[in-house]
């Protein structure tokens, strides 16, 4: 921002500014100074002002901060307009039809102003900054937008239709010629001012033609408002329009302004273009500002900038910035945040505020740095090493976007969600709604990988990640869950080895099943709930065909998505040790024909409700149907293994043990046995 000297030396009284030392203080402070240029009799400094800090976007805002830098004494702008005894609320009205986009507007009206050229020393000191003077009532608005740092806008009162104001969102199909003579279309979501039948302005942003000060304007309603910084951020881009007033609602206004910079405005409207200053102000909405205090410890201070800082002095640097600190015992202060500086929030803003003010230079640099090694936490731990394991089994991380395409939406969607929640229609219209699940969003990653020749068949586009997805639940909330995908692989053995090998590096002392389980997404018949340790933890099989189809992929691939919390919390970080067996196992195959509607699952319990004695494992080997297997049967192929930790087992022992399997099957399953 252009910074006049001369205008800062009417707020720092005292011994004349020096251009340099001024531009060297804003430098230490973290105001950088890009250039000091001569105008006329006057040197103008270019300060960097960073996005936080909204306050010194004004020549109030710099020469507080060059009082405290330089320590010294900074005299506010006086502000007493000469009111008349008629009633602004009773010429015109303020309506907010949209709170939540604009807290506060404030309207004074001034009557039988006369619009004539400004006076010199107002021209100077706008073509200095480099504004072009107008006329009186505009080059007092662009004034006190860069005195005091507010945004104002003054309307010709006898433009208006009904004489009132209506803060309200723009009506699809209107429209405005903006002061630069250009027309803009406007949509649902701009915030606009109206008069009683029309858009007027842009809030925050620009003025309109036909409402704007002439040369035959008499009578002036003065705007001064708060608006919500993202609704002017979005209407400028939206309309590519840019302004010195929208630069600074984007950035945070201080709440109190609008009422003191309109009276300021009033002030200077009477002292240079004369007329009559309706008593009070017609407004909507409220300031709304409460200080807020902020404690600071004298020993986290010099703990965090590495030097010795007395209680004196730290509060002497924070009375500096205006933030009336008090002490409160030998090692606390509380400061109270005033009103404009939007940036304070915490207590490490506060040491920041001491070092800018003690000086950087105060703070010792050593040849040596401490640093505190502290090992990651179990949960950062433990998503490394899920990484770690599915890169060893040739899977590539993926972020993809939270948001799921409208040709996906539905595929997805469980049970236990009765819809999915939606973006606001003014940041996205299209695929709009999030994700449901992470799958949809790998899929196009591989479906985009396939385009570019890597083919599922040849093992490319294996891929992973960890987000989160989301869904509205039975009571209409928004339910956010953490899931890790995997995606990619031709075979589903491929990835159910893949989350196997994940499992049991996570655990290795939990058993691993899965159990048959149709799932949204996944092909009816061919997906299964993964059960980790007897708890359910996520779901694998072949994605859908049709889903496949949507998205042009050569085939359906195999996938997994897993509750990622519960990985989390189940992985075993302290190593279980457990001694080699010291008797050999012995293994028997045993293949049965049952039903072709029975499921492993009710193989694999009937097994284990036995309770054999010394047996270790019973593992899925294959499934047979063809010729040799009577119509409506299937053949299941299961391996027992048994092991005793005192002696070498006996075929007889064994074989005593399977043969209770088979009278088992025989009865329960239905089955026979084969060859």
């Known amino acids: 921002m252009k910074t006049s000297l001369q205008w800062l030396s009417e707020l ?223 209407t400028a881009r939206a309309l590519a329009m840019k302004s010195d007033s929208s630069y ?35 407004e909507a909405g409220k300031c709304d500002f409460t200080p807020k205090q902020i404690t600071l410890r004298l020993e986290r201070l010099n703990k965090l900038l590495g030097v010795a800082i007395s209680a004196d002095e730290a509060v002497d640097a924070l009375r500096r910035v205006q933030l009336a600190p008090r002490r409160d015992g030998d090692d606390r202060i509380i400061a109270t945040v005033p009103s404009w500086r939007l940036d304070l929030h915490i207590e490490a803003d506060l040491i920041e505020e001491v070092a800018r003010v003690i000086g950087y230079d105060r703070i010792p640099v050593r040849e040596q740095i401490e ?54 229609a003014s940041v996205r219209k299209a695929d709009a709604r999030l994700r449901p699940s992470i799958l949809p969003g790998l899929l196009e990653a591989v479906r985009r990988n396939e385009a570019n020749g890597a083919v599922i068949e040849a093992g490319g586009a294996k891929l992973f990640e960890a987000g989160s997805v989301f869904g509205v639940d039975a009571a209409g909330k928004l339910d956010e869950r953490r899931k890790l995908a995997l995606v990619g692989a031709a075979d589903v053995r491929a990835v159910r080895g893949a989350v196997e090998a994940l499992l049991s590096r996570l655990d290795a002392s939990r058993s691993i099943t899965i159990i048959p389980e149709d799932r949204a997404g996944f092909a009816k018949g061919a997906a299964g709930r993964i059960e980790w340790g007897g708890k359910a933890v996520g779901h694998l099989g072949r994605i859908d065909k049709k889903i496949a189809d949507k998205l042009s992929l050569r085939e359906s691939p195999a996938a997994a998505e897993l509750d990622l919390p519960a990985l989390i919390t189940g992985t075993q970080h302290v190593p279980q040790l457990q001694a080699l067996p010291r008797f050999p196992a012995v293994r028997r195959d ?79 399953l239905n089955a026979t046995i084969r060859a």
């Open 248 to 282: 600074r609602f984007e950035r945070g206004i201080d709440p109190t302004l609008p009422d003191r910079a309109s009276r300021r405005a009033a002030q200077l409207i009477l002292q240079t273009a004369g007329g009559e200053l309706l008593a009070g102000v017609a």
């Open 12 to 234: 720092l009284p005292g011994t004349a500014l020096d251009a340099n030392a001024c531009a060297d203080a804003l430098m230490r402070g973290g105001l950088p100074v890009e250039t000091i240029e001569q105008h006329g009799d006057d040197r103008v400094l270019d300060v960097e002002v960073t996005s936080n800090r909204s306050d010194c976007l004004s020549h109030v805002g710099v020469a507080r901060e060059l009082s405290a830098l330089l320590n010294r004494d900074f005299r506010d702008v006086q502000i007493e307009p000469k009111e008349s005894s008629a009633r602004a609320a009773d010429a015109t009205s303020v309506r907010i039809d949209a709170p939540q986009l604009c807290p506060h507007y404030t309207a004074r009206v001034i009557r039988n102003v006369k619009v004539a050229p400004s006076p010199d020393w107002m021209k100077r000191r706008l073509e200095a900054i480099g504004l072009r003077s107008i006329n009186n009532i505009v080059d007092v608005t662009n004034y006190v937008m860069f005195e005091l740092g507010q945004p104002l806008h003054a309307f010709d009162f006898d433009q208006l239709a009904q004489r009132k104001i209506i803060v309200r969102e723009a009506k699809a199909g209107e429209s405005i010629t903006s002061i630069d003579g250009h027309e803009r279309k406007l949509s649902p979501g701009m915030l606009v001012i109206a008069d009683g039948e029309k858009p007027v302005a842009l809030a925050g942003v620009m003025g309109g033609l036909h409402s704007e000060v002439s040369q035959g304007t008499s009578n002036v309603l003065l705007e001064s408002a708060r608006f919500d910084p993202l609704s002017v951020r979005r």
């Open 371 to 424: 640093i505190e090694l502290v090992p990651p936490q179990p949960d950062a731990r433990a998503m490394e090493l899920i990484r770690r394991v599915l890169v060893g089994s040739g899977y590539f991380e993926a972020v993809t976007f939270t948001f799921v395409s409208d040709a996906l939406a539905g595929d997805f969607v469980g049970s236990e969600y009765s819809g999915l929640p939606r973006a606001d």
């Open 590 to 668: 045993l293949t049965l024909d049952v039903p072709d509607e029975t499921r492993y699952d009710a193989i694999d319990a009937l097994v284990h409700k036995l309770k054999l004695a010394d047996l270790e494992d019973v593992e899925y080997v294959t499934t047979y149907r063809g010729k040799q297997v009577e119509k409506g049967k299937k053949s299941v192929t299961v391996a027992l293994s048994f092991r005793s930790p005192t002696t070498t087992l006996t075929s007889e022992q064994v074989e005593s043990s399977v043969q209770k399997v088979i009278e088992s099957a025989k009865g329960a």
